[in-house]
């Protein structure tokens, strides 16, 4: 049913044990499921108009890469598809009510469609080692570190997003957060580099009228499309669609947000009557956090970045295409670790971006070799495939290859 349904009735369900009138829980649940729909149709638009664009970009200057990006469907593709889904699933859900009653986490992970990020975890280990048991164990393994990184993150994730009560346990962004949160340290004993501070407020102040949100995805709406080599038309119109997400997506992001406050604060009034003092996050997928103007701003300027650094990384055979339009989810924590400031964020997204070319490209031989056992309809002229959505998981990653060097 996808997320836009299956929230809804999870978050009515949900309210209805945290006592709320069904009423309420039905309203909140419906509310959310619009926002979902919402924060779709405008990275949709997004994906619309940019996907274009980065051919356009591949075409103009000649890229020949091995392996073709056909997008994070075929990571969901290959985690629905194998036999481990129903113990994952089951055993998700009973890790995460164990740990939250026995204080190991705060996270309570109501964001059950995005659980294909921890199949795909034992999907891959299942193929190294040639065994459904380690498979699983290596998706259950998957989801309790993510909600330990969750649990460390979430204040961090309040205070930027002004969203009280919410952890992100979004495998393939939170992956990056202890890292880029550590990195942001660095950054601060390096002189020179930690005076430089390019946040939203300074931006709106140095640049007026040129740093407002809407001005800003029509510069870099019409950059992208003079790399792309479009005609004016073309320029014009990739520049009006971006200054639309810039505007729009942050409104979408907030009628999410509608539907959450009840239920997290009837979340809170539920823990603390039984169990005072007990503080409880509501793990939720990354999109809430793709309505941040910074974030929007950075994804579209890591489009070029992106292309350039597949050109120039020896190592790298992915060709970037579908998942271009996903660049605001990989690019929230270097925004988020650096506060908003546009410069830390940028530097920690292209040492992301490197990460996340080679994790893709490493991946490639395995991912092909199990799309094809699942019958995935191969782009035209494509003999191997990946994508950035993959190589953004940064945990079961590791785990596969820890797998793989002592079972496979």
Not at 26 to 40: D, E, K, L, P, Q
Not at 292 to 321: K, Y
Request: aromatic share 12%; net charge neutral; hydrophobic share 55%.
């Amino acid at each position: 049913m996808g997320s836009a349904v299956f929230m809804p009735i999870i978050i009515t369900i949900l309210g209805l044990i945290l006592r709320e009138k069904f009423s309420n829980a039905f309203r909140a649940g419906i509310t959310v499921g619009i926002g979902f729909i919402g924060i779709n149709l405008v990275v949709g638009l997004m994906g619309k108009f940019v996907t274009p664009a980065t051919k356009a970009m591949v075409e103009r200057f000649g890229l020949n890469l091995n392996i073709i990006d056909v997008g994070w469907p075929v990571s969901s593709s290959i985690a629905f598809a194998t036999s481990i889904v129903p113990f994952v699933f089951l055993g998700c859900f009973i890790i995460n009510i164990i740990m939250l009653t026995t204080n190991l986490t705060k996270t309570l992970n109501i964001d059950i469609w995005n659980y294909w990020h921890f199949i795909i975890t034992g999907a891959l280990v299942q193929y190294a080692t040639n065994s459904m048991i380690l498979g699983i164990i290596g998706s259950l393994l998957t989801f309790i570190i993510i909600l330990k990184i969750a649990d460390y993150s979430a204040p961090k994730v309040q205070e930027y997003f002004g969203i009280p009560g919410v952890s992100l346990p979004h495998t393939e962004t939170v992956c990056w957060a202890p890292l880029f949160i550590g990195l942001d340290k660095v950054y601060d004993k390096i002189p020179g580099f930690n005076k430089i501070k390019l946040d939203d407020k300074f931006i709106r102040n140095r640049f007026g009228f040129l740093g407002e949100p809407i001005i800003l995805g029509i510069i870099l709406g019409g950059f992208i499309g003079i790399l792309a080599g479009y005609d004016v038309a073309g320029i014009a119109t990739l520049a009006v669609n971006m200054s639309a997400v810039m505007f729009i997506l942050p409104r979408m992001v907030a009628i999410l947000m509608e539907g959450l406050t009840p239920l997290s604060e009837a979340a809170k009034s539920y823990m603390n009557e039984r169990f005072p003092g007990k503080e409880v996050y509501i793990g939720l997928d990354a999109a809430v956090g793709t309505g941040s103007p910074m974030v929007i701003t950075l994804s579209l300027l890591m489009i070029p970045i992106t292309i350039l650094l597949a050109v120039i990384l020896p190592f790298n055979e992915v060709l970037p295409l579908v998942d271009i339009a996903t660049l605001p989810f990989f690019v929230i924590w270097p925004v988020v670790a650096s506060k908003g400031n546009l410069f830390r964020a940028l530097i920690s997204s292209i040492l992301m971006m490197v990460g996340i070319l080679f994790i893709a490209t490493d991946l490639a031989p395995i991912v092909t070799n199990i799309a094809q056992s699942i019958n995935f309809a191969f782009p035209e002229g494509a003999k191997m495939i990946s994508s950035l959505d993959l190589g953004a998981h940064l945990v079961p990653y590791i785990i596969v290859k820890i797998f793989s060097f002592f079972v496979g």
